[in-house]
T-cell receptor
Framework: AQSVTQLGSHVSVSEGALVLLRCNYS??????LFWYVQYPNQGLQLLLK??????LVKGINGFEAEFKKSETSFHLTKPSAHMSDAAEYFC?????????????FGKGTKLSVKP | KAGVTQTPRYLIKTRGQQVTLSCSPI?????VSWYQQTPGQGLQFLFE???????NKGNFPGRFSGRQFSNSRSEMNVSTLELGDSALYLC????????????FGPGTRLLVL
């Protein structure tokens, strides 16, 4: 069964600093990969996704992620953190084709941004 | 285009009661999935419906059930509520079974006392 590991349940950065949120998946076949963000008392918003093609994926709000098959990783980065980035971030996978309709999520990483 | 809507947004029930939650997908989307989010277990898949048929089911007891109507709206029902059912229930929709991206609603927060 597929699984997703997010290293670090809490990450704190200063405003303007680099944001790096780590995600590793376990699958013998590279799945589809997603990053979602959740603000307090809200649902999940899609930040970016990787399906096929270019391994560096750009998303909304200045975030990007790189798919590295050899490392089974899909880490999320942003060059300069903003106060509004404070939220919880979830990495998720689904099987290629997506026919199963079930995303498998990591436990989430709560990002704090200090002024 | 309006997003996924869920009603009610908040709900308080007592143990033993049952509850029905509603989800209206994005217009044109025919697939609806349900997830449970708790602090301890995180986000867990409940089930997916497509064209009024359950296509996939997560590892939850039979107290959790759902259905989908011809207009793609979906409901989920939890019978004989337990304290551990307190959670945020999220609904997600996508256009079809082969589309990979799911769009989430704001969720229904259920508190069981």
């Amino acid at each position: 069964a597929q699984s997703v590991t997010q290293l670090g349940s809490h990450v704190s950065v200063s405003e303007g600093a680099l944001v790096l949120l780590r995600c590793n998946y376990s699958s013998s076949v590279p799945p589809y990969l997603f990053w979602y963000v959740q603000y307090p008392n809200q649902g999940l918003q899609l930040l970016l996704k990787y399906t096929t093609g270019a391994t560096l994926v750009k998303g909304i709000n200045g975030f990007e992620a790189e798919f590295k098959k050899s490392e089974t990783s899909f880490h999320l980065t942003k060059p300069s953190a903003h106060m509004s980035d404070a939220a919880e971030y979830f990495c998720a996978v689904s099987e290629i084709g997506g026919s199963q309709g079930n995303l498998i999520f990591g436990k989430g990483t709560k990002l704090s941004v200090k002024p | 285009k309006a997003g996924v809507t869920q009603t009610p947004r908040y709900l308080i029930k007592t143990r033993g009661q049952q509850v029905t939650l509603s989800c209206s997908p994005i217009s044109g989307h025919r697939s609806v999935s349900w997830y449970q989010q708790t602090p301890g277990q995180g986000l867990q898949f409940l089930f997916e419906y497509f064209s009024e048929t359950q296509r996939n089911k997560g590892n939850f007891p039979g107290r959790f059930s759902g259905r989908q109507f011809s207009n793609s709206r979906s409901e989920m029902n939890v019978s004989t509520l337990e304290l551990g059912d307190s959670a945020l229930y999220l609904c997600a929709s996508r256009w079809g079974q082969m589309q990979e991206t799911q769009y989430f609603g704001p969720g229904t927060r259920l508190l069981v006392l």
